[in-house]
C-alpha cells in the first residue's frame, strides 16, 4: 500500500523560496501526483499536478525524480498569504486507493 | 468558476440519528467524492462516485452510505451517527480520473453528541 510522508510544518519568511517534500512509495506508476492547498475553514484547493521531471504554472514548480518516489513542490518568494497546509495526493498501485499525505502546515512570517 | 456547495457548515446531531450531507456541483462534473478530515489523519475519502448511481468504497465506508440520484448531487448518509464520526466532511468534484484535479467545497463540521 502506498505512503505518504510529509513535514508536518514548516517556517519561511516572505520573500524566500520553500521547497515541500512529499515521499511516496508504492505509487501507480501511470497516474500523476497532485498537490494541494488549503486555508483554515475552506476546502484544499489544487495547485499543480505532474507526472515526472518538472512542471511549473503560475504560482508553483513541481520536481519528480526519475524513481517517483517523492515530489516536491516549490514556492517561489512566498507571502504571508501563502500561509497554509500543503498536502499531496497520490494513487496507490494496487486497487487505486487516493493516498494523501498529512499535510504541511507553512507559516510564513514577515 | 467550479462551485461546489455543501448544504451546512455546521451541523449537530445526537447518536443514532440518521445524517443526511448535502453536496451540490454546477460544472456536469462525472466524478463526486466524499472525504473526513480529522487532525492528525488528513484527508480520508469514504465514497467516490463516477456517474449517476454509481459509486466505489473509499477507505472508510463503514457506517456511511452515498446516493447520487442526479449528475450534480451527490449525498452523504450516516445510517446511524456515532461520536466518532464527528468530523469535518468534504465534498469534491472533478473530470477524469480520480487523480485529476479537484474542487472542493468548504466542508461541513459535524458533531455528534
Known amino acids: 500500500l502506498a505512503k505518504t510522508t510529509q513535514p508536518i510544518s514548516m517556517d519561511s519568511y516572505e520573500g524566500q523560496e520553500v521547497n515541500i517534500t512529499c515521499s511516496h512509495n508504492?505509487?501507480?506508476?501511470?497516474?500523476?501526483i497532485t498537490w494541494y492547498q488549503q486555508f483554515p475553514s475552506q476546502g484544499p484547493r489544487f495547485i499543480i499536478q505532474?507526472?515526472?521531471t518538472k512542471v511549473t504554472n503560475e504560482v508553483a514548480s513541481l520536481f519528480i525524480p526519475a524513481d517517483r518516489k517523492s515530489s516536491t513542490l516549490s514556492l517561489p518568494r512566498v507571502s504571508l498569504s501563502d500561509t497554509a497546509v500543503y498536502y499531496c495526493?497520490?494513487?496507490?498501485?494496487?486497487?487505486?486507493?487516493?493516498?494523501f499525505g498529512q499535510g504541511t502546515e507553512l507559516s510564513v512570517k514577515p | 468558476d467550479v462551485k461546489v456547495t455543501q448544504s451546512s457548515r455546521y451541523l449537530v446531531k445526537r447518536t443514532g440519528e440518521k445524517v443526511f450531507l448535502e453536496c451540490v456541483q454546477d460544472?456536469?462534473?462525472?466524478?463526486m467524492f466524499w472525504y473526513r478530515q480529522d487532525p492528525g489523519l488528513g484527508l480520508r475519502l469514504i465514497y467516490f462516485?463516477?456517474?449517476?448511481?454509481?459509486?466505489e468504497k473509499g477507505d472508510i465506508p463503514e457506517g456511511y452510505s452515498v446516493s447520487r440520484e442526479k449528475k450534480e448531487r451527490f449525498s452523504l448518509i450516516l445510517e446511524s451517527a456515532s461520536t466518532n464520526q464527528t468530523s469535518m466532511y468534504l465534498c469534491?468534484?472533478?473530470?477524469?480520473?480520480?487523480?485529476?484535479?479537484?474542487?472542493f467545497g468548504d466542508g461541513t463540521r459535524l458533531s455528534i453528541l
Open positions: 469534491a468534484s472533478g473530470i477524469g480520473g480520480r487523480n485529476q484535479p479537484q474542487h
Open positions: 508504492n505509487i501507480a506508476t501511470n497516474d500523476y
Open positions: 505532474g507526472y515526472k
Open positions: 495526493l497520490v494513487e496507490d498501485n494496487q486497487g487505486g486507493k487516493l493516498i
Open positions: 460544472m456536469d462534473h462525472e466524478n
Open positions: 462516485s463516477y456517474d449517476v448511481k454509481m459509486k
